[in-house]
Structures are given as structure tokens and as C-alpha cells.
């Protein structure tokens, strides 16, 4: 804003612009009342009498302008009987000369009185005139106080956008962990159970991909201490900040991607790639992007530019990519779920190269022929095509779903495409995959097996009724909340059902009417201590602010906590829910830690400390900030 304002004098509009200073509009109360004071000295001095001829003190008609000095002498000239004083030069000569011609015949005695009198008077006129200028310079002073303060608050109001803006990047200020001393005691508890988890880790596999527990030994998937990097952004948000200092250090000197190591490019992505990405989003730690940019040139070479498929396993050392050992296909889910981490890379490091490789992906997969939205589980990397027809949410296809909406939230709903194709996949999903139990009506998400409908459930698809519900909060159709909330309960219903109150890996579903809605099966009766359950109880709890969500995240807790602690650290999986003694697997997967146990702590956050309007978590629970393409 300029310091002069062109404002119209009066209510004339021919009138011409006048400068007025734009702060005379905002003048303080003591301004004014100091203005007042000094023009009441003033008035005081001119009007009370003070004058030589009544014993008080003389005008100070040094303090006036000279066309009013010998006016206002004048008024007084008839009590001092004399002519005026030497400092009057304007009235002696010009207005009354005969006063000049005068004055050599007065007395010696009256002479010598004037003269005294003239000195007392421009002593007072002096004093007067300096307590003025004093009085003058205090309110200058002020004034430009006042200026200056009105000037920062103009600043901080402008500023004001920009500061909401850097909310998203403000971690390095400490908003994005919870101190011990605010965390009610559901939290405590989860982050006690963290800390037992990772006393075993420290103990007995420090530095290693994963925990055997039982045992006290290490397991080793790709030699990156998983574990220790999913659990990064966990320790975090906890506030462990001991422990996240000595995982750093870990990481910052131990961490070497250049070894002769075959990764699988999806788990290596998800895991790796995105907890280091999201520890550097919430720390702002330049080394943590760093290590996640020496990862992305790496696996970048799994991208296979003549089919636009990517491989699924490369060399760390050799950048050399292949498929599988297993056959010669790749998950749908694993190449369609390396886009968030891919593109937040891009826009971290200005390098588009891992934005344009992973939305090659995308549109060739975009260009394939699907069933309403669906697609099977495989794909050839050589040929580019879909291989099969099995259609599952589960094992293989889940995230390919997932990454849909994502994509269109994490980039600020610019990709419209991936919107597009959410809402087709979801149509497809309900026109071809949701069924309800005979007897208790439970929704559930069945399997298209050579285009017949199986009704059998993973675990894996709890993840489904969050994404629904997250969904439906960005705009999408309000029914697919109700889907969600349907299809949550039916995903507590696996825990609650079983005899150790805990999920198993697959769940099947009665189609008869008898006495049971859903049933297991042996084989399938383990439990990995997955997450999806209670990533959906926590999405539906934030956007519903529906307390039930925490009361059955709370039961799975406790069950978790009875049957899976392992005394001498760690936490198990589990061999069979179907018993009311389960016994362990001897095995702590690294997602315990960085997934179920972050969502368990955020679900008893009574604070929204990562809101989804401005993060997207991936599939491995690493938060990304929304950012804007």
C-alpha cells in the first residue's frame, strides 16, 4: 500500500485529488490526546492573562508565526506602557513608529525594568519553545511506532496464505509427532507395544530385514533392514525420538544399495523407497531424499520400455531387470502400485524421469480391455498383455484399486484419468463382486474364478471399505459410505468370529442359508499381524468421527497383545486363529511395525495428525503430502 492516498475533498467530484497521508485515517487515540495536550499549553499560554503586566509569564511570541507576532504584541502594549522589545523589529519600524520616537524620554528607572522584564520573558519563551519541540518529537516518535507495527500486522496478514500452505512441510517445527505427556492411555499402550517389538528387533536382528522372534535369530528378504525403514516414520509419529536418532544413524552409514541383490521392484518401492520418502517429508532430513534417490535410479531400471510393464525383480548392483522366478508374468497389483512413490519423487527432485516411467504403466494399462473396470491378477511383462482371467481384490490385484483414487488425491486431483477409472472399477465391483451372506446379511467381496463367482474373502480386501469411505469424502458417490461402513463390520467380523479373536488370512462364506455365515479353512487359518482391518478403522473413524471404530480397533489390539507377545521381544504370527491357544509362526513381518501399529496409534488420536485432505498413504502406510503437478 502507498504512504498517500488520492481522496476527494468534500462531496464535490470535480474537485482535484488531494494527497492525504493513508495513515492520517488511522490515527490512535493517544495521538490525539497528545495533540490535544500540546494545543491546550498553547491556548493556556495565549489566553490565561500570563503576561509581564499581571506578575505571570510573558507570551511566548517567539513560538508564533511573524504575521501574528506583532498582533498579538500589540494586544499586550497597552498594559506594558512601553514600546515594544528589540525582538519586534516589524512592529517597531513599520506599524507604530511613534512608539520608536518615544522612547528615548523615558526614565532611566523604567528603562532598567523593561529590560529585566524582556530577559524573563525570552527565558520563558525559550523554555516554552523547547518543551515544545520535546513534546513534538515524542509524538513523531510514536507515530512512527505505530507505523511500523501497522506495517508488520499488513505483512503477516499477506504472509498468511503461505503460511497455511507450508503446514503440509512443517514437520521440522515438531507437528507431527505426539508427546508422551498428551498421549491418552490407549495410546500409550500401542507405543509400549511398539517398544517391545523393537527392543526384540534391536536385540536380535538389528540392521536385518526381519525378526524371528521365537528363535531370536534374523531373516533376510533383500538385505535393507526392512524393518528398521518401515518403522521409521512410526517411531516418528510416536515421539520416540531416541529411537528414531539411532535408526537414522543406521541408515545415513549402513544403508548400501550398491550389493549384488535382486529386489522385487514393488516390495522394494512400497517399503523402502516410500518409508524413506515419507521420513523425509515429515523431517525435512536431506538424507533420508538423498538415499531414496540413490534407490529410484536403481530400481528405475525394472521399467521395461517396450512393453511398458515392468519387471519385477532388479538387480540393485547391475540395474539388470527380469521376471520372476516363479514364472513369466508380474502381479497386476505390484506394477500398478509404484506410481505415488515414483511421482513424489519426481517432484522432489525436479527429475521427471520416474514420473514419465511410472505413468507409461498407467496408460498402457489404461488401454487394455477390462470387465467394467476389473482387472485379472496377471500380466506378461514381454507382451504387454493381461495373463488369465482370475479377478480378485485380495492377493495380486488389491492395490492396483488402491492406487487409483490415490494417484488423483496425491497429486491435487489434476490426473482425472485415475478418478475415471476409480469409479468404473467400483461399478465393476459392485456389479460383479459384492454379495451378502444368507443369514446375517454381511457384505463381502467375492472372487471372479474363470467368470464364476467364488465367495471367498482375503484379509487382504479389509482395505477396501477405507478406501471407499475416503473416496466418498473427496466427492465420490455418497452410497459407497455406506458400502464402506457394510463391508467394515463384515471385516471386524473375521476377528470377532474366531476363537482367538484375531482375523485369519482367508475367510469363506456360506451361499446355503446354514447356521454360520462365513468359515475357514485350515490352511487358511494363520495370521500375519496385517493391518488392513485397522487401517480401515481408522480411516472410517476420522471421517465418521464414529466412536464404534475405536472400541473394535481396541478389541484387535488386545487380542494381538494376548496372543502374539513374545517374552523375550517381539511380537508373532500366529498358526491358527481357530484356537483359543494359538501357537507362533516365528515370525515378525516388517508391516507390524509399519503399519499396524501406525494405524493402531493414529486411531486412538483424538488430533487429526496426518489429515487426508493434505497426506495419502501408500500401500505400505508411508504418508505422502499431497502436492500439485
Known amino acids: 500500500m502507498s504512504d498517500y492516498t488520492s481522496v476527494y475533498v468534500g462531496q464535490n467530484p470535480r474537485r482535484k485529488p488531494v494527497a492525504r497521508p493513508s495513515n492520517l485515517r488511522r490515527l490512535n487515540p493517544k495521538h490525539i490526546l497528545m495533540s490535544v495536550a500540546v494545543l491546550g499549553l498553547l491556548l493556556w499560554v495565549l489566553f490565561s492573562g500570563n503576561s509581564p ?3 505571570h509569564n510573558a507570551l511566548p511570541y517567539g513560538a508564533l508565526p511573524p504575521d501574528l507576532r506583532a498582533q498579538a504584541y500589540m494586544s499586550d502594549r497597552e498594559l506594558l506602557h512601553n514600546q515594544p522589545p528589540e525582538e519586534f523589529p516589524e512592529v517597531r519600524q513599520q506599524d507604530h513608529p511613534s512608539v520608536h520616537e518615544s522612547s528615548n524620554g523615558l526614565h532611566g528607572a523604567s528603562d532598567q525594568a523593561q529590560l529585566e522584564q524582556e530577559k524573563q520573558l525570552k527565558e520563558k519563551e525559550e523554555a516554552v519553545r523547547r518543551q515544545i519541540e520535546k513534546l513534538k518529537a ?7 511506532q505505530e507505523q511500523q507495527s501497522l506495517q508488520q500486522q499488513q505483512q503477516q496478514v499477506q504472509s498468511q496464505p503461505q503460511a497455511q500452505e507450508s503446514q503440509l512441510h512443517s514437520a521440522s517445527k515438531g507437528q507431527y509427532f505426539v508427546k508422551a505427556e498428551d498421549m491418552n492411555e490407549r495410546q500409550k499402550a500401542v507405543v509400549a507395544t511398539f517398544n517391545w517389538a523393537w527392543k526384540g528387533y534391536k536385540e536380535h536382528a538389528w540392521g536385518h530385514d526381519e525378526l524371528l522372534p521365537v528363535s531370536r535369530k534374523s531373516s533376510e528378504w533383500f538385505h535393507l533392514g526392512l524393518t528398521l525403514i518401515d518403522a521409521l516414520d512410526t517411531m516418528y509419529l510416536m515421539g520416540l525420538h531416541d529411537d528414531f536418532k539411532e535408526a537414522r544413524d543406521w541408515v545415513e552409514t549402513s544403508l548400501n544399495f550398491d550389493q549384488n541383490q535382486d529386489v522385487n521392484l514393488f516390495e522394494c518401492t512400497i517399503r523402502v523407497l516410500g518409508g524413506l520418502l515419507s521420513t523425509y517429508s515429515l523431517t525435512k532430513d536431506k538424507m533420508f531424499l538423498e538415499k531414496a534417490t540413490d534407490l529410484g535410479d536403481r530400481l528405475i531400471h525394472g521399467f521395461n520400455d517396450q512393453s511398458g510393464v515392468p519387471f519385477s525383480d532388479v538387480n540393485l548392483l ?27 519423487l519426481s517432484y522432489l527432485t525436479k527429475d521427471k524421469r520416474y514420473f514419465d516411467k511410472a505413468t507409461q504403466v498407467m496408460e498402457h494399462l489404461h488401454s487394455l480391455p477390462k470387465k467394467d473396470g476389473l482387472v485379472p491378477i496377471f500380466i506378461n511383462a514381454n507382451s504387454g498383455r493381461f495373463s488369465g482371467s482370475t479377478i480378485t481384490l485380495g492377493a495380486r490385484g488389491d492395490s492396483y484399486y488402491e492406487y487409483l483414487l490415490k494417484q488423483w488425491l496425491l497429486t491435487n486431483k489434476r490426473e482425472t484419468v485415475y478418478k475415471e477409472m476409480y469409479l468404473e472399477a467400483v461399478d465393476g465391483i459392485e456389479k460383479h463382486l459384492l454379495k451378502r451372506s444368507p443369514r446375517d446379511h454381511l457384505l463381502y467381496v467375492a472372487e471372479l474364478i474363470n467368470q464364476r463367482s467364488s465367495p471367498k474373502m ?12 475416503l473416496g466418498a469424502s473427496a466427492g465420490m458417490p455418497s452410497h459407497h459410505m455406506d458400502l464402506a461402513k457394510d463391508l467394515t463390520k463384515t471385516c471386524y467380523e473375521m476377528y470377532a468370529r474366531q476363537p482367538a479373536k484375531l482375523a485369519p488370512e482367508i475367510v469363506h462364506f456360506h ?24 487401517e480401515s478403522l481408522y480411516i472410517m473413524y476420522r471421517l465418521t468421527n464414529d466412536k464404534l471404530y475405536q472400541e473394535w480397533g481396541w478389541n484387535i489390539y488386545q487380542a494381538f497383545e494376548k496372543h502374539c507377545r513374545v517374552g523375550t521381544g517381539g511380537y508373532s504370527s500366529l498358526n491358527s486363529v481357530l484356537s483359543e491357544h494359538p501357537t507362533f509362526r516365528d515370525k515378525m513381518e516388517s508391516f507390524f511395525l509399519g503399519e499396524t501399529l501406525k494405524y493402531l496409534f493414529l486411531l486412538f488420536t483424538e488430533e487429526d495428525l496426518i489429515p487426508h485432505s493434505q497426506w495419502v498413504f501408500n500401500t505400505e502406510a508411508h504418508p505422502l503430502p499431497v502436492f500439485d503437478i
Request: proline share 7%.
Open 511 to 534: 451361499t446355503d442359508g446354514t447356521d454360520h455365515d462365513m468359515y475357514v479353512k485350515p490352511a487358511d487359518a494363520h495370521n500375519l499381524l496385517r493391518p488392513e482391518t485397522v
Open 138 to 144: 515524542q509524538l513523531q516518535q510514536k507515530q512512527q
Open 53 to 55: 503586566a499581571n506578575g
Open 458 to 469: 482375503d484379509h487382504l480386501v479389509c482395505f477396501l471399505p477405507g478406501l471407499l469411505a
Open 318 to 344: 547391475t540395474k539388470v531387470a527380469h521376471k520372476p522366478k516363479w514364472g513369466p508374468d508380474s502381479s497386476t497389483a505390484e506394477i500398478s502400485t509404484i506410481q505415488l512413490e515414483f511421482k513424489y
